[in-house]
């Protein structure tokens, strides 16, 4: 009879730790699916902020390039004040 009554705590054990391993398990799914969703929001974020800095990046880049033209019409216009300055210099001078 001791045997049977110890075959019975063993096997209500069993029970017991596949109930707690079903449960467990059933949470462990909840929270990886509520992690993967987390994970995804975050990279869906930072995709997000990647995007808007190459918008700035190109709209930067168009700066200048603008900017580099302005300079050389700049340096080219200077080049002929220059140029105007020394022949009206070496006309008074002559």
Known sequence: MTIEIGILIAAGGLIVSFLMYQLNRGKEIKSDGQESAELKAELGYIRKGVDDIRIDLKANERQ?????????RVEESAKQAHKRIDSLEGGEHA
Do not use: D, S
């Open 64 to 72: 200048l390039v603008a900017l580099g033209e302005r300079i050389t």
